[in-house]
């Protein structure tokens, strides 16, 4: 189970309308759960892939006044050089990689799963690709940043051994530039950082006219594989 605690609740998930043979576990942001993005799979998933989308645990979240609502982690500000939640990112992500392990004892391989996710849950896949052991097939990313950045490449050869395993995959992100919660500018900056530690051809940044902090169809259409 994803997050940093173990009392969230079992993911939402949509099965293959056959064998599975291919995943896509999908993050929802702050204050939300995978319910709605199950219901948006569900009307259209691809008949060999499973769609799993995660609920977070209840906390209190410093941005929105300790309030408690589903979150990944812990966020302070989202100004651009703001304090960071480095031990609850890195404590979900455990928990994110351990959902892959689970597939991939499933029978799903993982270079056949890809990570997705929007605002928050976007933050957490890109940083959980970068540092994952198993080699997946992509990441979508939506509306999102790279959380601990300064941390890269650094970060992602301690968490693989110095090794690459992630080093080829390909990664989508779409970010609207009318987003007045997570600004366009974060999107555009971290797709120069993801083009600087993957490569230039490893990264599809596509920009949205007048598209707020959300996702529309298109968007959403574009994470069924």
């Given at each position: 189970m994803c997050g940093n605690n173990m009392s969230a609740p079992l993911p939402a998930i949509v099965p293959a309308a056959r064998?599975?043979?291919?995943?896509?576990?999908f993050l929802h942001g702050l204050g939300d759960t995978g319910h709605g993005w199950a219901e948006a799979f569900g009307g259209i998933r691809i008949p060999h892939v499973k769609y799993i989308c995660p609920h977070a645990p209840t906390m209190p979240v410093t941005l929105n006044m300790r309030m408690s609502m589903p979150s990944w982690f812990d966020i302070y500000s989202l100004s651009p050089n703001a304090e960071e939640d480095e031990s609850g990112i890195k404590r979900a992500s455990d928990n994110l990689k351990t959902m892959i392990d689970q597939e991939v004892k499933n029978g799903i391989p993982s270079h056949r799963i890809i990570l997705g996710g929007f605002s928050q849950?976007?933050?957490l896949s890109l940083y959980t690709a970068l540092t994952s052991q198993q080699k997946l097939a992509g990441v979508v990313a939506l509306s999102c940043w790279l959380p601990l950045r300064n941390a890269f490449p650094q970060a992602a050869a301690a968490a693989t051994g110095g090794g690459d395993t992630n080093k080829d995959v390909t990664v989508l992100q779409c970010h609207g530039e009318a987003d007045?919660?997570?600004?366009f500018s974060f999107g555009s900056r971290t797709a120069e950082k993801l083009r600087s530690l993957l490569g230039p051809e490893k990264v599809l940044f596509k920009a949205y006219p007048g598209l707020p902090h959300s996702a529309c169809p298109e968007v959403r259409?574009?994470?069924?594989?």
């Open positions: 064998k599975a043979t291919a995943a896509v576990i849950g976007g933050a007045p919660l997570v600004p259409t574009k994470c069924i594989l």
